[in-house]
């Protein structure tokens, strides 16, 4: 696990005691030669009731502020429980733009 992964799954975790969490680094399959650039979440969390996507997608915006500097890409799918029960997946990430990558 990257340093910034693991720093993005303990900060999440700490604020908002997920009931499911994956934190994915996919720099990997985006062109460039950073590591730790593009990142997919999944955060499943009873906070997130009675919030709007966009107020979640606000809070985690605001709790990686000063990380944002440095990522590229964060992709977020934030579910309540009973959301993810119904869901249970997410979107594939789409494929890199950037040309170098195939």
Request: with cysteine; proline share 5%.
């Amino acid at each position: 696990m990257s340093n910034m992964q693991q720093h993005l799954t303990e900060q999440l975790t700490m604020a908002l005691s997920p009931t499911h969490l994956e934190v994915m680094n996919e720099s990997a399959n985006h062109s460039g030669p950073a590591t730790e650039s593009h990142f997919k979440l999944i955060v499943v969390s009873d906070e997130f009731t009675d919030k709007k996507l966009i107020d979640r997608h606000r809070f985690i915006n605001q709790l990686f502020k000063a990380e944002l500097t440095h990522i590229h890409a964060l992709a977020m799918h934030t579910y309540t429980p009973s959301e993810w029960e119904m869901k249970n997946s997410v979107p594939a990430s789409p494929q890199c733009a950037g040309g170098s990558k195939s």
